[in-house]
Nanobody, 123 residues
Framework: QVQLVESGGGLVQTGGSLRLSCAAS????????MGWFRQAPGKEREIVAA????????YFANSVKGRFTISRDNAKNTVLLQMNSLKPEDTAVYYC????????????????WGQGTQVTVSA
């Protein structure tokens, strides 16, 4: 069992930065690939980024490539999403997710979800 708790969301102006954090409980955290999704009002939940269990591989949605980075610290059971050059279209609820592999994350075959944190980017 893994519980995920996101933090770090908030209101930021266009061009600004935010860092989201996902704290995981459970001794098996390091065995999971981790990802971030987002869901804007009226839209489907979409993948933003993912990282393999050993941080050896990462995946980014085209819309965030070059602006967002993902990292993890298995010793601290934490996954970070650094978001730079934010745009109004990045406004959404951001969710942390755990799955077996990056592939499973891209397929939305998620084992555990966090509760989400709101990110709002003002124009």
């Amino acid at each position: 069992q893994v519980q995920l708790v996101e933090s770090g969301g908030g209101l930021v102006q266009t061009g600004g930065s935010l860092r989201l954090s996902c704290a995981a409980s459970g001794r098996t955290f390091s065995s999971y690939a981790m990802g971030w999704f987002r869901q804007a009002p009226g839209k489907e939940r979409e993948i933003v980024a993912a990282i393999s269990w050993d941080a050896g591989n990462t995946y980014f949605a085209n819309s965030v490539k070059g602006r967002f980075t993902i990292s993890r610290d298995n010793a601290k059971n934490t996954v970070l999403l650094q978001m730079n050059s934010l745009k109004p279209e990045d406004t959404a609820v951001y969710y942390c997710a755990a799955a077996s592999t990056i592939w499973h994350i891209t397929q939305k075959q998620i084992d555990y979800w966090g509760q989400g944190t709101q990110v709002t980017v003002s124009a």
